[in-house]
């Protein structure tokens, strides 16, 4: 009888560890792709289903196996919808990271100084994301007014997801610009000429256009802030460029700075009616918070940096040493 029950064991222990040693063999076993590999799972696609499509696409040798893991681990089943990239890491390790919900990102980036012309264009063309814009009610559906929605995209890089819609990134891209701006308000120095947020937004944008050198957004915000301390006007060509539109040629003529249109500083005092472009954080904080100066005029010395000047007969000169001099 103890021969007989010692054998029941031996058996019992054998079968358990050739039942143990399978289970580990399947939970360790690879997908069988050959190179990584992005793979769509549909709303409604459930575990049996999964394993069917990847067994008839010869990653899995058959699904009765993982269907028993899927059994002791019924978290497994609980497939979320989504773009994944599947690897020749294990089949049960693919399968948590659809689990997961570890889905494939993609990026889209607004670039500091992009107006929204050129935001749009290349939303367009984004891999993977669905064109929901609708042109006639654009600021309605992104800022959830009648704003104008220049200015208002954050310049920044955005993540996404595949079939995630456009007006879904820039209402983040739009979220993020109201709160930084909110934030610079709050800490805005005095007696700046502004008289709300949005103008103070309006200049960003100009001195986005205007600097080549990061480092001069101050100084090119201060010699603007000095201009309309003292009602001169902003006589800026990014603003005149903004104006033409699509009929500026790439070369601003003197016809342009005389033919008025709202955007053209030469000829209206302040600042024009809405941004010209998507301003950054430090162009945002040098218009609420420009340095001390007496600076009212510069000029491009052409390599990105300027020639500042705090009287005409000063300007007048660097324009002579850095402009005028180039075209004899």
Not at 57 to 77: F, H, M, S
Not at 88 to 105: E, F, L, T
Not at 208 to 218: F, Y
């Amino acid at each position: 009888m103890l021969k007989v029950i010692l054998s029941v064991l031996f058996l019992a222990v054998i079968t358990t560890a050739i039942g143990y040693q399978q289970l580990q063999a399947t939970i360790n076993s690879p997908l069988k792709v050959t190179e990584n590999t992005q793979f769509e799972v549909k709303h409604g696609t459930g575990f049996n289903k999964l394993c069917q499509q990847w067994q008839a696409n010869n990653w899995v040798e058959g699904c009765w196996r993982y269907q028993v893991i899927a059994k002791l681990d019924p978290t497994l089943t609980d497939l979320k919808a989504g773009l994944y990239e599947l690897t020749a890491d294990s089949v049960i390790n693919n399968v948590k990271k659809i689990n997961q919900g570890q889905q494939i990102n993609f990026s889209f980036t607004i670039i500091e100084g992009q107006n929204l012309r050129e935001v749009l264009s290349a939303i367009k063309k984004a891999d993977n994301l669905q064109n929901d814009l609708k042109s006639d009610e654009l600021s309605t559906q992104i800022l959830g007014n009648n704003k104008h929605l220049e200015g208002w995209l954050f310049p920044d890089t955005y993540h996404y997801h595949n079939n995630d819609t456009a007006s879904s990134v820039l209402k983040r891209a739009a979220q993020k610009m109201q709160q930084t701006l909110d934030d610079a308000w709050q800490q805005r120095a005095a007696e700046l000429p502004y008289k709300t947020a949005y103008e103070a937004l309006i200049m960003a944008s100009i001195i986005e256009k205007e600097t080549g050198l990061a480092s001069e957004r101050p100084l090119i915000a201060s010699a603007f802030v000095n201009r309309l301390n003292t009602n001169m006007r902003l006589q800026t060509d990014p603003t005149v460029i903004y104006g033409l539109g699509a009929d500026f040629d790439g070369d601003i003529k003197y016809k342009d700075l005389r033919d008025y249109t709202p955007y053209n500083t030469y000829r209206i005092n302040g600042l024009p009616p809405t941004p010209i472009a998507m301003p950054s954080k430090a162009a945002i904080l040098a218009a609420v918070n420009p340095p001390q100066s007496e600076y009212v005029y510069f000029v491009s010395k052409g390599d990105g940096s300027h020639q500042f000047s705090t009287t005409l007969k000063q300007h007048n000169a660097a324009v002579k040493t850095y402009i005028l001099n180039k075209k004899n």
